[in-house]
């Protein structure tokens, strides 16, 4: 059963940062590409960032651009997002997702994780 599992989420003041970890574990992910995507109350879910585990190219949303990073470690299983220079319009429910690099569909998600940041 494929889990993936979000954790260091919390609250924090405008232009800190915080590092959020997702575990993934009951398949092999080699041929995924891995998200992070955000919803803020009332708001679409938005795209943050995405990692392919084969090669480790990476894509993030215009809004993160130059503040976050996302990382792979491939012997650990985890994907994790550095972000930095948090602001409050980043505040919103975190959720590692994962597809087959062949598709765009996003078939495996985590619960999330929850990330406010005071202003």
């Known amino acids: 059963q494929v889990q993936l599992v979000e954790s260091g989420g919390g609250l924090v003041q405008a232009g800190d940062s915080l590092r959020l970890s997702c575990a993934a574990s009951g398949r092999t992910f080699s041929s995924y590409v891995m998200g992070w995507f955000r919803q803020a109350p009332g708001k679409e879910r938005e795209f943050v960032a995405s990692?392919?585990?084969?090669?480790?190219?990476?894509n993030y949303g215009d809004s993160v651009k130059g503040r976050f990073t996302i990382s792979r470690d491939n012997t650990k299983n985890t994907i994790d997002l550095q972000m930095n220079n948090l602001k409050h319009e980043d505040t919103a429910v975190y959720f590692c997702a994962g597809r087959p690099i062949f598709t765009l569909i996003y078939i495996y998600w985590g619960q999330g994780t929850q990330v406010t940041v005071s202003s």
């Open positions: 990692i392919s585990w084969h090669n480790g190219n990476t």
